[in-house]
């Protein structure tokens, strides 16, 4: 099994400072050695996801590539691709963008044929995509406090469940919110998870849930911080029911998550994530201004690229809305959920 969290070092790992060394003064001392940021699986299991991406994105990816099979560079390439961009969600502004990028290094690269466009366009989607890649790190805070958001179905319970047990298998204590109190079964699905995350008491990690019958969706949440600042827990996840943007009333009570969160732990939540399913195409974009709007977020998470037309979306987010995507999710199970690289994305959309 592979994570993309490293292990939690154990505190005997910290080595002591060389004999005869100075103590380094407080305000100096190396940030915590506990801060870890998001690395890559062993190449074999990264592979086979890539593959799974690839073979997600290939209803995307077909319609571009289908302009590319002629033998002539010429305006209706141009044209052909405008209509694959924008058929793919990649949004007007970031269709438009591209295009231009993709006619300068045409220009520049003197490309003779139709193949070799093809080769420019991945790299010219790889690096609008690149602002995009940002590992989410934890152990940076004592606990890292974290609430997911979305509209109903995006993936939020599912990818908290993966998410939780890879930081349980690298060793961390996560305490989950179970804040979706309109659905029983949300609280059950996390439960799910949790058992399965639970690893041998000797690695250290482990997951407890906090959950009301009927209670506030709020006041869960408030509990849950308090507890695992209380029990040194390394991570504190609020799982939310499903709202639209448009449902105001629910969007005020996503705020009143993150007020009563912040008033918990004496600050804003390290992360407020978005969960998307990568088949809502241009919505997507809408999705994430919004609760941007609302509650300033700090990360995505892109579910359901396994089979979308739609791909071409990550594109119109990054030109319009450029919100970190932490992960993203090509199925049901665990090793389904991995890190945002640009470059394999947009491999994975042109091979
Ligand atoms: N194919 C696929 N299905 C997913 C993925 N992520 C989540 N799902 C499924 O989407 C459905 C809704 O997920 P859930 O986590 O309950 O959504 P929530 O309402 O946002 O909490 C479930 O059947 C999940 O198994 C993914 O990356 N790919
Ligand atoms: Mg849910």
Same mark, same amino acid.
């Given at each position: ?10 505190? &005997? ?33 990264? $592979? ?9 994105? $290939? ?11 002629? *033998? ?35 220009? =520049? ?5 139709? &193949? ?13 995509? $690149? ?7 934890? +152990? ?16 939020? *319970? ?18 989950? /919110? ?9 609280? =059950? ?41 209380? $029990? ?19 969007? =005020? ?14 600050? /804003? ?50 030109? =319009? ?7 993203? +999710? ?22």
């Amino acid at each position: 099994m592979f994570s993309f969290f490293k292990k939690k070092p154990a505190p &005997a790992d910290a080595a002591p400072p060389p004999v005869g060394a100075p103590a380094a003064a407080p305000a100096l001392a190396a940030p915590p050695v506990a801060v870890l940021p998001v690395i890559v699986p062993p190449e074999p299991e990264r $592979r086979s996801w890539v593959d799974k991406l690839r073979g997600g994105l $290939r209803k995307t990816g077909s319609s571009i590539a289908q302009v590319f099979t002629g *033998t002539q560079i010429d305006e209706a390439l141009y044209e052909e691709l405008e209509s694959a961009l924008l058929m793919a969600d990649a949004g007007v502004k970031a269709t438009e963008f591209l295009l231009g990028d993709l006619r300068r290094r045409v220009k =520049e690269s003197k490309a003779g044929d139709p &193949a070799q466009v093809k080769v420019l366009l991945a790299a010219a989607v790889a690096d609008l995509l $690149r602002p995009l890649e940002k590992p989410l790190r934890v +152990g940076e805070h004592a606990p890292t406090v974290m609430m997911v958001v979305g509209v109903n179905g995006a993936g939020k *319970t599912t990818s908290i469940g993966k998410l939780t047990r890879h930081l349980a298998d690298s060793g961390r204590k996560v305490l989950l /919110a179970a804040a979706d109190t309109f659905r029983a079964a949300a609280r =059950e699905q996390l439960a799910v998870w949790a058992e399965r995350a639970d690893v041998p008491a000797q690695q250290a990690g482990s997951v407890e849930i906090v959950s009301q019958a009927d209670g506030d969706p709020a006041a869960v949440s408030f509990d849950a911080v308090v507890a695992g600042k209380a $029990r040194g827990c390394d991570v504190v996840i609020a799982d939310t029911a499903g709202r639209l943007p448009t449902q105001l009333h629910l969007m =005020e009570e996503l705020k009143k998550i993150k007020r009563v969160i912040a008033k918990a732990q004496g600050g /804003a939540p390290h992360e407020v994530l978005l969960v998307i399913d990568g088949n809502t195409g241009q919505n997507a974009l809408a999705q994430v201004k919004s609760f941007d709007d609302a509650l300033g977020l700090t990360g995505l998470i892109v579910t359901k690229l396994d089979g979308t037309a739609k791909g071409g979306m990550l594109a119109a987010i990054a030109r =319009e809305r450029p919100i970190p995507v932490y992960f993203i +999710g090509v199925g049901e199970k665990l090793e389904d959920l991995q890190t945002f690289s640009a470059r394999e994305f947009a491999q994975a959309l042109l091979d």
